[in-house]
């Protein structure tokens, strides 16, 4: 690996070693999923190619590629170690590497139908630092980027347009601030929008663009998907910090109303083609009930409402090849029912009232899975959006357990059997 080096008597001062490991997520690791020695020597390859090390073109650097297996957090990886000092003396260079490596992962994970790393490739969410997990403090407590990500996309769901974006926003603890074109043409125009936690001092308090939450939640991407029109009326509610809207709770009636009204969305919705590209919107309007839902009955520890939202809002997210606007086709279906889910009382178990609209979700939760494999979608996602189904029809049973659960001590208090 270093003899020719040490033959051409080459020094770098920076160091003539470049390091870096390549892991797969617990969840690709296991033994049906996990890559095998082949693909593990494909992924080396084009990565020293990618990078310049190897490719065949420039004369090549020494590079070795060891496959240690799981880590103890139990990721399968491998290191790759490559030496800088090229075979003619020339010393590589390393510029953007990270980047490099980002694009070809991205690559890879379709290919070989792995998870999507957060913020990188065609994931439009943005990933969250260590610095940001560690200020949530833990215990599975949601760092401030991820609760105002669910907050202002259950939110646009909501609002009938930007005024009411913005006043609901501020109505369900978010602290809201525009962002102003470039002088003279454009300083009296809002074109972007950031976002803190209210009720925290100026220290405390991280503001976050719309679009570092998620691309999908900048303003220009919500004017296109929601069809607002930004005019006078939306600059001055902007300019108007005190203005907010809270939703009113619901009755029981209401509440049965809104579950009858999805009931028939439902059936209208079957008969919406299944290659239709307006699953996507309806994917992501779901995504924003149930973001809201979580809001409110998980506050700071996102749960499976939560990670269901997530694994509906990424079905709903153009990859980078599918840049075309995406028309709102089914205008308004979702609006009474993400206005229903804003006013849900926080509650460690779901009530009879919620059940019924519950239902109705995972529904439609159906028939987008359905669409998603029309469309050949990943896998990855897909499985992921299973998986949030399954925890919700779980969450849906808990209080016929608990009932059971109280039955069975009442029958062996009795002398009966009861109910294992």
Partial sequence: MDAHRKLLGKEVPSGHVWHCSISLPPGDSTDERKLNDAEWEEVAKAAMNVLGFDDGVNSPCRWIAVHHGKSVGGNEHIHLAVNLVRENGR??????????????????EEKFELSVVEGRGRSARRGVSRAEWERAGGEGKEPDRRWLARVVSGVAVMAQDEPDFVRSLRGAGVDVRPKFGDPPERSDVVVGYSVARSGQGPE????????????ELSLPRLRERFRWVSGSDAADVWARPSEQRVPDPLTVRAWWSVSEEAADLVERLRNVPIDDEAWRVIAGDVAGVLALWSIRVEHDYPGALAAAAEALADLARPRHEERAPRPRSMPNDFRKIARASATVARRGH??????????????????????????????????RLNDARSQLQILQLRPALRTTSRTSRMVREQGGQGIE
């Fill in 204 to 215: 405390e308090r991280l503001w976050f663009g719309g679009g570092n939450l998620d691309r």
């Fill in 91 to 108: 010393v590589a260079r390393t510029g953007h590497d990270r980047t490099k490596l980002q694009r070809l992962c991205a690559e890879l």
């Fill in 350 to 383: 779901p009530t009879s009232d919620q059940l019924a609209l519950l239902r109705q979700i995972l529904r439609v939760m159906e028939l987008i899975e359905v669409a998603q494999v029309a469309h050949h979608r990943a896998s990855d996602a897909l499985g």
